[in-house]
T-cell receptor
Framework: DGGITQSPKYLFRKEGQNVTLSCEQNLNHDAMYWYRQDPGQGLRLIYYSQIVNDFQKGDIAEGYSVSREKKESFPLTVTSAQKNPTAFYLC????????????FGQGTRLTVV | AQSVTQPDIHITVSEGASLELRCNYSYGATPYLFWYVQSPGQGLQLLLK??????LVQGIKGFEAEFKRSQSSFNLRKPSVHWSDAAEYFC?????????????FGQGTILTVHP
């Protein structure tokens, strides 16, 4: 079945370490997105990519980095520069064309101790 | 800049009662509007969307929403709530001409359903 796979579901890291969250889709979607979710704040856009080898900053890109080497993959690295990395991270994608919605993965909960 | 406000952080209803979740948006042009639902620890599932046309939109699971441009609102309704509707609900706005997944979300409304 087609979908968006985020791994791992739970991730624990020590403070000061970089960590990479995986997002893979087999929907043949062109655009991919990373959102961060904190309780009571909804979702906020970190980065997005509309085509391979190109990406743009969202509203809260500081302390994060991404790459888009393949259409299917859009990994997110949470760097040690991110001051409060503990959160729920959601990856999404959209198909080409108009009048469509974003499809979301099941999320990765990152806890930094 | 666009913004979305969901005034109710937490709503409790009895099973079988009607439901209305409020959503107000701020956006200069014609918005694309969405309602998503999220179960704990899960991703988001689309309930319904509005791009143009009929301002009353039907979605999955018996939900509907009405776009009211004059009030900048896109409230979600359901005539009879089921226990399985307990979840967190998010209203979101996107903009014409940009990437369709580039959304601004409200803070979310947690729905509790009493038996």
């Amino acid at each position: 079945d087609g979908g968006i796979t985020q791994s791992p579901k739970y991730l624990f890291r020590k403070e000061g370490q970089n960590v990479t969250l995986s997002c893979e889709q087999n929907l043949n979607h062109d655009a991919m997105y990373w959102y961060r979710q904190d309780p009571g704040q909804g979702l906020r856009l970190i980065y997005y990519s509309q085509i391979v080898n190109d990406f743009q900053k969202g509203d809260i890109a500081e302390g994060y980095s991404v790459s888009r080497e393949k259409k299917e993959s859009f990994p997110l690295t949470v760097t040690s520069a991110q001051k409060n990395p503990t959160a729920f991270y959601l990856c999404a994608s959209t198909p080409p064309g108009g009048d469509t919605e974003a499809f979301f993965g099941q999320g990765t909960r990152l806890t930094v101790v | 800049a666009q913004s979305v406000t969901q005034p109710d952080i937490h709503i409790t209803v009895s099973e079988g009662a009607s439901l209305e979740l409020r959503c107000n948006y701020s956006y200069g042009a014609t918005p694309y509007l969405f309602w998503y639902v999220q179960s704990p620890g899960q991703g988001l599932q689309l309930l319904l969307k509005y791009f143009s046309g009929d301002t009353l939109v039907q979605g999955i699971k018996g939900f509907e929403a009405e776009f009211k441009r004059s009030q900048s609102s896109f409230n979600l309704r359901k005539p009879s709530v089921h226990w399985s509707d307990a979840a967190e609900y998010f209203c979101a706005v996107g903009s014409l001409g940009t990437s369709y997944g580039k959304l601004t979300f409200g803070q979310g409304t947690i729905l509790t359903v009493h038996p």
